[in-house]
């Protein structure tokens, strides 16, 4: 079936250690996003990329990077930069119209040790 | 970007319809309403999106009002999957990522 993995379900970072949270799809879509969300928010847009082999920031891409070398695969990478990151991110992905639905993984929970 | 607002909860018994309404008094002409819902610790779910007119899928209707400052989701017969966060969407034409707000939180009680 067509659909989302982000891999792993939960994550552990230790102080000053950077970690890699991956986001593949098979729906051969070309735009992909990530979002976090802390406990009863809403999500926030970390990263979007429109096509591969660019991306943009959104709005609290500080401490995040990103890659975007193969269309089914946005890995997300927290450095040690960023200071709070302990929160539940979303992978998404779609065909990048306006009239077309994200479709969401299951999301990766990153904790700090 | 214009902005939808939503109230914090509802509750519904089971098998009775829900009326979720969402106001976006500045919405513009071309954005698309987008409705999507997420169950605790899962990734947010497609449920239903519309221009103009109104939308019917398996899942729900939407209803949109005729000047377009607000929608309204309908849940037929709510069961007890259905409790989740709904979240009201406004996507303008040339945007790319969905602006989420903190949704509704929808109780089902049997």
């Known amino acids: 079936d067509g659909g989302i993995t982000q891999s792993p379900k939960y994550l552990f970072r230790k102080e000053g250690q950077n970690v890699t949270l991956s986001c593949e799809q098979n729906l051969n879509h070309d735009a992909m996003y990530w979002y976090r969300q802390d406990p009863g928010q809403g999500l926030r847009l970390i990263y979007y990329?429109?096509?591969?082999?660019?991306?943009q920031k959104g709005d609290i891409a500080e401490g995040y990077s990103v890659s975007r070398e193969k269309k089914e695969s946005f890995p997300l990478t927290v450095t040690s930069a960023q200071k709070n990151p302990t929160a539940f991110y979303l992978c998404?992905?779609?065909?990048?119209?306006?009239?077309?639905?994200?479709?969401f993984g299951d999301g990766t929970r990153l904790s700090i040790l | 970007d214009a902005k939808t607002t939503q109230p914090n909860s509802m509750e519904s018994n089971e098998e009775e319809p829900v009326h979720l309404p969402c106001n976006h008094s500045t919405i513009s002409g071309t954005d698309y309403i987008h409705w999507y819902r997420q169950l605790p610790s899962q990734g947010p779910e497609y449920v239903i999106h519309?221009?103009?007119s109104n939308v019917n899928n398996r899942m729900a209707s939407l209803a949109i009002a005729e000047d377009r400052k607000s929608s309204t989701l309908i849940l037929h017969r709510a069961t007890l999957r259905d409790a989740a966060v709904y979240y009201c969407?406004?996507?303008?034409?040339?945007?790319?990522?969905?602006?989420f707000g903190k949704g509704t939180s929808l109780l089902v009680t049997p």
């Open positions: 969407i406004l996507r303008p034409d040339s945007g790319y990522a969905l602006n």
């Open positions: 519309g221009l103009t």
């Open positions: 990329s429109q096509i591969v082999n660019d991306f």
């Open positions: 998404a992905s779609s065909t990048g119209y306006s009239n077309q639905p994200q479709h």
